[in-house]
């Protein structure tokens, strides 16, 4: 804890008060101004607009508490925006075809449950029909299923990827099971 103490700088430069947001806001709006909306309102507010564009966005937490559930629905809701932003998504563990499964419904308003049991209406369906045409172009799940992933061959596979399909927002789904080669 004491090196970690002695690594803080105390120079003036590192020190921001209220005194400096005008420049900070400033700043900001000069920077890259490309947001990713995550369709909650109060938290693009305090995004100032949402999910920066470049930037790593970690979803964090314990085992079933909906953390895919959640980064898709955040991915839907890009899709959705203005902006025509486009979703790539690393499954990396579940079924095949679950992450797309979970797209689909989303998008058209559909109850998975009603989905995956092939119970669905004649609306649905049309509703089925018109998300896979809007939004097909703009939406890729690239499955690595496996226990055996490191982080350098998920890096390799999105950079291959974004060769073709530049997207403009990455999920990686269950990322706690990569590994790195060391």
Aim: hydrophobic content about 40%.
């Amino acid at each position: 804890a004491l090196d970690d103490i002695n690594k803080v700088s105390f120079e003036e430069d590192d020190v921001v008060t209220l005194d400096d947001i005008p420049m900070i806001l400033k700043d900001q709006q000069n920077a890259n101004t490309t947001k990713i909306p995550t369709g909650i309102a109060e938290l693009d507010d305090d995004l100032l607009g949402g999910l920066p564009t470049e930037s790593l966005v970690l979803a964090v937490g314990g085992t079933n508490v909906g953390k895919s559930i959640f980064c898709i629905s955040l991915a839907c809701n890009a899709l959705r925006a203005e902006g025509n932003f486009k979703v790539l998504h690393i499954n990396l563990e579940g079924q095949r075809t679950e992450a797309i499964m979970r797209y689909i419904a989303n998008l058209a308003n559909v109850k998975l449950r009603d989905l995956l049991q092939q119970t669905w209406d004649k609306e649905d369906r049309k509703n089925m029909d018109e998300a896979m045409k809007k939004y097909g172009d703009r939406l890729k799940v690239r499955n690595m299923l496996g226990f055996g992933k490191t982080i350098e061959e998920l890096v390799a596979v999105v950079r291959e990827e974004h060769k073709t399909y530049k997207f403009d927002l990455l999920v990686v789904d269950y990322g706690q099971l990569l590994k790195t080669q060391n």
